[in-house]
């Protein structure tokens, strides 16, 4: 279990390095969206990135910085990089968006593109990161990531407290992909009585299913991954991740969504 005190710490390091997202209610859908889009590189991953590299010791800073991404983590990873002035590498599939890849670019990163998938990238990068001694920076396989994922869980809770009348969330709903960010919120959410914890649900697509295996089944082993619209959670996920015991004690359940629901969502 990642140590609670890790939050509040994360949330110390991120306050005024990121943007407090907007939390809104949806008479419609009746649900309450975080507006995680409107977060510095338009993604919750700055937060793990940022949190991680900031909780470095200067030494590990300054052996560079590598990591693997479908580009959101790899520009949050970039942008840590600038603040601490350390050089990052980011390892992706030649298949990654080309937009994202120039976004990192121009946030400072050197990209190198490998054959194949995520899983792929993920591999070379580690590779790399032992064989050089730079510093590894997981996008969701390492405890400090995760607490700096956790914070949007802290947020919510407070930005409801300051809406009059709003109820206590019953059920959250958050993307699974290697299971950075829902772990981070199931540790936030485990301070509560068990009696009104919030229900923790994660989505995932069905063209990636790896966690939905994981959470089922106890292995991803025989899963057929298909491009998806939600690239930055497509990839099988690191054998023995932290992430893997997390969900399982922490998330209530894992639906899939078919990609013609995912292009619905996003044009809505």
Do not use: C
């Not at 009746?30 to 949190?51: D, H, M, P």
């Not at 956790?150 to 407290?161: F, M, R, S, V």
């Not at 939600?230 to 894992?254: C, F």
Request: aromatic share 6%.
């Amino acid at each position: 279990m990642i140590p609670p005190e890790w939050l509040d710490q994360a949330a110390r390091r991120l306050e005024g390095q990121i943007e407090r997202t907007p939390l809104t209610y949806d008479p419609g859908l009746n649900l309450y969206l975080k507006w995680e889009n409107r977060q510095v590189t338009g993604s919750f991953k700055i937060r793990g990135a940022l949190n991680k590299v900031l909780a470095l010791e200067p030494w590990e800073q300054q052996r560079g910085l590598v990591t693997a991404s479908a580009g959101n983590h790899g520009q949050g990873v970039a942008i840590a990089g600038r603040r601490v002035n350390a050089p990052v590498i980011v390892f992706a599939s030649e298949h990654a968006v080309p937009t994202k890849l120039e976004a990192m670019r121009q946030l400072g990163a050197e990209i190198r593109l490998v054959s194949g998938g995520y899983e792929a990238a993920e591999r070379d990068a580690q590779v790399y990161a032992h064989h050089t001694g730079a510093t590894w920076v997981s996008p969701y396989n390492d405890g400090q990531v995760i607490a700096g994922q956790a914070t949007i869980a802290l947020e919510i809770l407070d930005q409801l407290a300051e809406v009059e009348g709003a109820p206590s969330p019953r059920v959250i709903i958050a993307p699974g992909g290697g299971g950075g960010l829902i772990s981070g919120i199931g540790v936030a959410l485990n301070r509560f009585d068990p009696a009104s914890r919030p229900l923790l649900v994660g989505a995932q697509s069905e063209a990636s299913p790896f966690f939905h295996a994981l959470f089922y089944r106890g292995s991803q082993a025989g899963v057929v991954e298909l491009e998806s619209l939600a690239d930055g959670l497509a990839g099988a996920v690191e054998d023995g991740s932290i992430t893997i015991p997390l969900i399982r004690s922490l998330v209530d359940r894992i639906v899939l969504v078919q990609e013609e629901e995912i292009a619905m969502a996003i044009a809505w």
